[in-house]
Every structure is written in C-alpha cells, then in structure tokens.
C-alpha cells in the first residue's frame, strides 16, 4: 500500500464550480455558485459553513452523484497521479464533471477520490463481517493493502475484522468506513462529516487520522460543522481552510493564518461564535439558496456593510462584491478585515 508516499503538488483543481437544482414550478436552488476550490497532496483542507450552504454537494459534483435535477458547471480536473499519468494514460488530467458514469465507476470512485460519509458503518451489509467486506474492496478496487493493513491505517481493532457492523461502536463503525474507503488507495479522500455524532475524543481521534493520511501524501477534504476540531487540528497540522457561505466560498487559506486573522466578516462571525473566543452567534439567517440577493449574499448580517456606519478605522469599506480575490497564498471576497 501506499501508492501516494510522501506525495506533493494539485490533486484536484475546482474552477467557477456551478451547481443547480430546478425544482417543479420553476424554482432554482443555487447549491454552488462559481466554487473555486484546490485539493493539494499532503494537505488536508477544511471546508466550513452553516447548514444547507452546499458543502455536500460538491462532494457530490466531484464523485458524479448528483441527482437528476441538477444542471452543473465549471472544472473539477483530477490531476495525474502521484507516479504519472497512471489510469487511462491521462496526461492532462481528467475532468471529473464531464468523465463519463463507467469512467467515474471504473477508474475514479474508491480507485483515486475514496469517499468517507457520515454514519460510514451503516452502508457495510449488516449479514457479513467487517474482514470479509474489506477483502472484498480490496480485491474489487485492485488494491494491494490486507484487510489487516487498512484496519491499522484506518485506527481500527483487528479484532473489529471479525465483528459484524451493527456489533461496532459509532467511532468504530467510523474507522471501518475510513478503512473500506482506503482500500483503493486513493490518492484524493472526501470525508464528508464524519465525526457527526462521535465525542469529542472520538472527534480528535479521527480528525488526527485524516491529518496523518494527507501528511501522507493524499490530499484530503473534510467537510465539517465542527470549527473547533479544525483549529486544534490547524494549530500543528498541514491544514487549509476554506469558508463557504450561501453556495460560495468566501475565504481560503492556510488555517492557521485565517483562524489567527479572519479576513472575510462571516469567517470572523464563525470564530468568534466559538467558546473561548468571543462566544456570540452571527445575528440573522442565510438566504434561501432560491432566493439570493444580488451582490453580496452575506451583506443583511454583515457588520460591514453599506447600511451599517462607515467603515471603521482599519477596516476596509464594503463591496458588496463576492467574488473571490487571491492575495498571496489566500483569497478572499470583500474582506473588510483583509489586506489594505
Ligand atoms: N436534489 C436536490 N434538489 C433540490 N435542492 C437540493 C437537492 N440536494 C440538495 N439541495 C439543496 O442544496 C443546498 C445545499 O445542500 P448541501 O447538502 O450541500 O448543504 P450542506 O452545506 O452540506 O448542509 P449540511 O451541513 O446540513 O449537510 C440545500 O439548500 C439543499 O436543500
């Protein structure tokens, strides 16, 4: 095992990433709106958010599981991988937004993007034994780690191989999700809220596993609710962050520097929600995804905007643009907080 050793540079490159359900009547939801967003190899990046902001559904766009209704735009280009062209001979990478369902089955899902879920013990068959049905990816996806491997890699028990799913505790269950989705080795991992429901040890101990599978080599996204396990984790590890509010990424970054500076008001509104930091929630609601405002989504909370008083000494006047601007290794829309 380890196709992805020590491995660095873009996994997979998102570019203007649009995605949209029409609903009967006529309807839109904008689940994402021109998402840019980069997977590097040997970096975990974190990507933050309220409720309904459509975080899950770029895991969705990037692995072809989008329903029916949805209409998609943009790139989402997987980079060769690690050791070359590799799958299909591909030079110039694969475009996993317009790969076809038997590319996206054959060489793509579980084989290089292994998806984790949340709950990941409930998709294992309930009659047949964790060992069993690690064997069992493994000898489906080509992979060349034993069952006993990947439960070491995964931080799970060996002795959980023998054990049927509904036998496992809910952070087993978990690791034995993480060890189904590593049998492919892939060398690009979605965890997409996987320490939903776990305690907070539980949390730690997975979050510490993901940081551990992208220092080697794999680039890692993890969707998450939970700000505080990204900031212990951001505080020693390889970690980026990228915020997203209202189907668009607001600010990105490496973690450390953004929980210590927060550019965009939503980011500092998040940090500043947490306990031991200012503990006040964000005053208001996200728009409805089928009713947003032109301009700025953020700007009916925003403590920056045009309503509210001038801009504050040190504080760059608002916008009320979204789009997204790179300065240096982050990039940010609006930014009132940001650079001068
Ligand atoms: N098939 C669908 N048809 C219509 N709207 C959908 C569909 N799937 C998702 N949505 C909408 O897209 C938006 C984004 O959903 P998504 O599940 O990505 O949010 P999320 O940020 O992952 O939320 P959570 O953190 O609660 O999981 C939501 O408003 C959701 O209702």
Redesign the pocket.
């Known amino acids: 095992m380890n196709a992805v050793n020590g491995a660095s540079g873009t996994a997979l490159v998102v570019t203007g990433l649009d ?1 949209r ?1 029409r ?1 009967r009547g006529g309807r839109v ?1 904008r ?2 709106t021109d998402v840019d967003v980069t997977l590097r190899r040997g970096r975990l990046l974190a990507l933050v ?10 895991t ?1 766009a990037l692995t072809g599981l ?2 029916g ?2 209409e998609v735009r943009g790139s989402a280009v997987l980079e060769p991988g690690p050791d070359g062209p590799g799958d299909g001979g591909r030079a110039e990478g694969l475009d996993l937004l317009t790969a076809s369902e038997a590319e996206l089955r054959d060489t793509v899902r579980g084989r290089r993007v292994g998806l984790v879920g949340q709950s990941a013990g409930t998709f294992l068959t309930p009659t047949r034994t964790v060992g069993a049905q690690l064997r069992e990816a493994v000898r489906f996806l080509g992979g060349t780690a034993t069952a006993e491997e990947l439960a070491a890699r995964a931080g799970l028990p060996t002795s959980a191989l023998d054990d049927y799913p509904h036998e496992l505790s809910g952070g087993t269950a978990q690791r034995a999700g993480l060890a189904v989705a590593l049998a492919g080795d892939p060398e690009v991992l979605l965890a ?2 996987p320490t939903a429901g776990l305690d907070r040890p539980l949390v730690d101990r997975t979050t510490d596993l993901l940081v551990d599978l992208a220092r080697e080599g794999r680039a890692v996204l993890l ?1 998450t ?1 939970d700000l505080r396990a990204v900031q212990r984790i951001a505080a020693t590890g390889p970690v980026d962050l990228a915020v ?1 509010y209202a ?1 668009r990424i607001v600010e990105t970054g490496p973690a450390a520097e953004v929980f210590a500076h927060p550019w965009h008001p939503y980011t500092d509104g998040l940090i500043g929600a947490l306990p031991g930091e200012r503990f006040e929630p964000i005053p208001g609601h996200p728009p ?3 009713d947003l405002p032109s301009g700025c989504p953020f700007r009916p909370r925003c403590p920056h905007a045009p309503v509210a008083a001038p801009a504050p000494a040190g504080h760059r006047p608002c916008t009320d643009d979204p789009t997204l601007v790179s300065h240096g290794g982050r990039a940010v829309a609006c930014a009132p907080g940001g650079p001068a």
């Open positions: 995605v359900f609903l939801v689940a994402a958010g309220e409720s309904g902001c459509g975080k899950s559904v770029l969705e989008l329903p209704n949805a997409d809220e969707i609710h997203m189907s409805e995804l089928s």
